[in-house]
């Protein structure tokens, strides 16, 4: 939760806020064999429904973006407003092939993304924040990979693998709730591209805003311009 630690301060006192952690995220777990973002989604509407919550709001980062997608997919009488992050729904299998991404191929993603070294880890700090800290002592990256990496990480290799495997845009159904989309310039891991492919996808509905000078994780290093962006989009009209 405490990637989220600035916007639950900055917006507390305007929503009743859910932070759930996603299936094989923090103690989250299933016995099911689904590993698919459609999957993720249904149980995040399950959690509201046991809740009591009818109609949301749903922010997504990244992996979370892909999931409030099909949120919105899949529920839109609950789902009234949809913020993407760097969310790189519009991703394509070929994109690796074709050298749109720093990566080439799947199981270099994956070590990457799921660092079990401090080298690897090093790697995504560099390619999620413009200033990622540069004297980090070793231990204190070996705990971090211990205690955000570990756990069930045979599982999160199955997340990432259906995220991209067969991935097309044009089997991607278009969602109609209005959208406010959050993209860096430099984005190191899901690149501009796929950010300007999201806002012709989804059209007229569907608002592209860009951040200088932030990576990946724009809304943990750009936190004060993020949360002025995000509540200027859910609480106008």
Not at 40 to 51: D, F, G, R, T
Not at 146 to 157: C, G, L, P, T
């Amino acid at each position: 939760m405490w990637q989220w630690s600035s916007q639950i301060r900055a917006f507390r006192g305007h929503f009743n806020l859910y932070v759930p952690d996603l299936i094989f995220f923090g103690k989250s777990y299933t016995t099911r064999p689904e590993r698919t973002e459609l999957f993720q989604a249904q149980c995040v509407m399950k959690l509201m429904e046991n809740l009591g919550v009818t109609k949301f709001h749903v922010v997504g980062v990244s992996y979370g973006g892909f999931v409030v997608y099909r949120l919105a997919q899949l529920y839109p009488n609950a789902v009234q407003k949809l913020t993407l992050v760097a969310a790189g729904v519009c991703l394509e299998e070929k994109d690796m092939e074709e050298g749109l991404l720093k990566v080439s191929d799947l199981a270099t993603a994956r070590s990457i993304l799921l660092p079990q070294t401090t080298a690897n880890l090093k790697t995504l700090m560099k390619l999620s924040f413009v200033k990622a800290p540069k004297m980090v002592p070793s231990c204190l990256l070996t705990d971090i990979i211990i205690n955000m990496f570990a756990d069930r990480r045979d599982e999160r290799v199955e997340l990432v693998n259906h995220l991209i495997a067969g991935r097309k845009v044009s089997d991607l159904p278009v969602i109609h709730q209005k959208t406010l989309i959050i993209w860096v310039e430099h984005d190191q891991i899901f690149p501009l591209e796929l950010g300007n492919r999201l806002k012709r996808h989804l059209g007229d509905g569907a608002e592209l805003v860009l951040f200088k000078d932030a990576g990946h994780a724009v809304h943990v290093e750009k936190s004060a311009a993020f949360n002025n962006q995000l509540k200027k989009f859910l609480l106008g009209s």
